[in-house]
């Protein structure tokens, strides 16, 4: 396992192989965002999961690029309260991380439509859905390599480390 690697380069996938995500694999991806840290041990998120395909098509209607969700195997909504948008988007980032280690693809998907997202969930007032990730395995798979390391971080479209690091001694 080299964490690093899988960080720089895990990449937002949108095309879907057509092949089922194992339930074992599912239940890492999900055991991944509930052990996320959160402030004062909160944890005020839920995971709603739809892997129904006539369900994912209704989901779709609710997030800005809705091919990404239409193609998905399964998509995890990720819901918590206002207050707590920081933890939520840690959680995100580590399901994200568990998928892409495990061969898995995602892409994070905003909300254009709260209210269709929230009644095609049941999800009650209390909550509002951050961020619908979707989940399935790459159309074209790549498995990076530790000697990939240089290259993947030459290739990013990224600002320099230079430009985004201050060093204050």
């Keep these: 396992m080299d964490a690093f690697l899988d ?3 895990v990449r937002a ?10 339930e074992e694999n599912l239940r890492r991806i ?4 509930r052990v996320t840290g959160s402030s004062v041990n909160r944890q005020e998120w839920k995971f709603y999961v739809v892997r129904n395909s006539d369900r994912l098509a209704d989901l779709a209607e609710a ?4 091919d990404n969700v239409r193609g998905c195997k399964a998509a995890i909504a990720v819901t918590t309260t206002a207050r707590n948008q920081f933890d ?3 959680c995100v980032q580590n399901m994200i991380l568990a998928a892409w280690a495990d061969g898995i693809s ?4 905003g909300i254009r439509d709260a209210a269709t997202a929230n009644s095609l969930l049941r999800v009650p007032s209390s909550e509002s859905v951050t961020t619908i990730l979707s989940f399935g395995y790459r159309a074209h798979p790549i498995v990076p390599k530790e000697e990939d390391v240089a290259r993947i971080l030459q290739r ?9 690091t201050v060093w204050v001694d």
């Design 7 to 9: 960080i720089i380069s």
């Design 13 to 22: 996938v949108r095309d879907y192989a057509d092949r089922p995500i194992p």
């Design 30 to 33: 999900l055991e991944a965002g």
């Design 63 to 66: 997030v800005y690029a809705p």
């Design 88 to 90: 939520a988007g840690r």
């Design 106 to 109: 995602s892409c994070p998907n």
């Design 156 to 164: 990013v479209k990224r600002k320099s480390l230079e430009e985004v």
